[in-house]
């Protein structure tokens, strides 16, 4: 098997080296069974164990800080049959410009598109059926008082890990969403790097503020995570000094699980960056996104979706992972502990 450096890395308090020590993120909740964000699929992702449970934040017209992944909502709810007339010149309907009773008021189903004749068609087809169920928005407090309230009647310490997501778009529309997540965190105990979460977003810029600016104003210290994509954007922080200026600010590393093993690989020859080992020299931990088992999720260099597992957990040595199958991954690091 073909492995390009990145693979083995020095042994130290950031690294999961074990299975026992590897992490299970529940990406959206057990969105692979549910609707992604809601409060069933939060409830049904801790019954099956995950270490930690993602929250997206987006805030509302009247600052409210709700659980959604997009800026807009018309990929999850009936937004355009509720509020006819609401959208802005693209066509789609923003999150920021409802009130929080308003977004209360839509159904929420699983994901789905408009085809060009106007048809309803799920994203993923063997998913959770469209329009079944009630499933409605909730806020960030409602998520962060079901985890906290589970975790007292089980005994359990399941973590939280938000997204701070795309704060320029909110402080373009004047809404400091970065400040209001720390402070709602603040209010519910998560004061320190002992607390079990992390903070996440892609804005770089944005990470700085609330490390040099956000946190210290408040009085609180956080685990900050840098979410990577594969654009250019981000191609500066793949470096060994790019890790080290990120490591100036972040505990850890959110990439594209594609930056870490090529998706061209093969069973043959597994291409293996180097981004774990030198995040890992950095003193950061590595959670790559997302896992799916849906058609076509499988990369072609894995023979299933535990394989893919294990090649990531193993084979790279990621910390830990975001996934839409919590139950899979919490059995499979079980199985190899």
Same mark, same amino acid.
């Given at each position: &098997? #073909?492995?390009?450096?990145?693979?083995?890395?020095?042994?130290?308090?950031?690294?999961?080296?074990?299975?026992?020590?590897?992490?299970?993120?529940? =990406?959206?909740?057990?969105?692979? %069974?549910?609707?992604?964000?809601?409060?069933?699929?939060?409830?049904?992702?801790?019954? &099956?164990?995950?270490?930690?449970?993602?929250?997206?934040?987006? &805030?509302?017209?009247?600052?409210?800080?709700?659980?959604?992944?997009?800026?807009?909502?018309? @990929?999850? +709810?009936?937004?355009?049959?509720?509020?006819?007339?609401?959208?802005?010149?693209?066509? @789609?309907?923003?999150?920021?410009?409802?009130?929080?009773?308003?977004?209360?008021?839509?159904?929420?189903?699983?994901?789905?598109?408009?085809?060009?004749?106007?048809?309803?068609?799920?994203? %993923?087809?063997?998913?959770?059926?469209?329009?079944?169920?009630?499933?409605?928005?909730?806020?960030?407090?409602?998520?962060?008082?079901?985890?906290? #309230?589970?975790?007292?009647?089980?005994?359990?310490?399941?973590?939280?890990?938000?997204?701070?997501?795309?704060?320029?778009?909110? =402080?373009?529309?004047?809404?400091?969403?970065?400040?209001?997540?720390?402070?709602?965190?603040?209010?519910?105990?998560?004061?320190?790097?002992?607390?079990?979460?992390?903070?996440?977003?892609?804005?770089?810029?944005?990470?700085?503020?609330?490390?040099?600016?956000?946190?210290?104003?408040?009085?609180?210290?956080?685990?900050?995570?840098?979410?990577?994509?594969?654009?250019?954007? %981000?191609?500066?922080?793949?470096?060994?000094?790019?890790?080290?200026?990120?490591?100036?600010?972040?505990? #850890?590393? #959110?990439?594209?699980?594609?930056?870490?093993?090529?998706?061209?690989?093969? @069973?043959?020859?597994?291409?293996?960056?180097?981004?774990?080992?030198?995040?890992?020299?950095?003193?950061?931990?590595?959670?790559?996104? +997302?896992? @799916?088992?849906?058609?076509?999720?499988?990369?072609?260099?894995?023979?299933?979706?535990?394989? &893919?597992?294990?090649?990531?957990?193993?084979?790279?040595?990621?910390?830990?992972?975001?996934?839409?199958?919590?139950?899979?991954?919490?059995?499979?690091?079980?199985?190899?502990?």
């Amino acid at each position: &098997m #073909g492995l390009i450096a990145g693979n083995v890395v020095p042994i130290g308090p950031a690294y999961a080296q074990g299975a026992a020590d590897k992490i299970v993120v529940a =990406h959206r909740g057990a969105s692979g %069974y549910l609707p992604e964000h809601t409060l069933p699929a939060v409830a049904m992702a801790y019954a &099956m164990g995950a270490d930690f449970m993602e929250q997206d934040v987006v &805030m509302t017209r009247d600052d409210q800080l709700i659980v959604w992944h997009d800026l807009t909502l018309d @990929r999850n +709810t009936d937004v355009r049959h509720q509020f006819p007339g609401r959208a802005r010149a693209d066509g @789609r309907h923003y999150v920021v410009d409802f009130d929080l009773d308003e977004l209360r008021q839509l159904r929420v189903t699983e994901g789905y598109r408009l085809t060009a004749s106007g048809e309803e068609e799920q994203i %993923y087809p063997q998913r959770f059926p469209l329009w079944q169920g009630n499933f409605r928005i909730h806020t960030f407090a409602e998520q962060l008082e079901m985890v906290q #309230g589970m975790n007292r009647s089980s005994g359990q310490d399941t973590g939280i890990y938000p997204e701070i997501k795309s704060p320029a778009f909110h =402080h373009d529309n004047g809404k400091d969403i970065s400040t209001a997540i720390i402070s709602e965190l603040k209010r519910f105990g998560y004061t320190s790097k002992d607390s079990n979460l992390f903070v996440q977003t892609f804005e770089f810029d944005e990470l700085k503020r609330v490390h040099d600016e956000v946190l210290p104003a408040l009085g609180v210290d956080l685990k900050l995570v840098q979410l990577m994509g594969d654009d250019e954007g %981000y191609q500066w922080m793949l470096s060994a000094s790019g890790m080290r200026e990120l490591a100036q600010y972040a505990d #850890g590393v #959110g990439p594209e699980k594609g930056m870490i093993i090529n998706p061209a690989s093969t @069973r043959d020859d597994l291409i293996i960056s180097s981004l774990v080992s030198d995040a890992h020299q950095a003193g950061m931990q590595v959670h790559p996104y +997302t896992f @799916r088992q849906d058609e076509g999720q499988i990369p072609g260099y894995a023979d299933d979706f535990e394989h &893919m597992l294990e090649l990531f957990f193993f084979e790279a040595n990621v910390d830990g992972l975001f996934t839409d199958f919590p139950d899979r991954a919490v059995d499979f690091l079980r199985e190899h502990d």
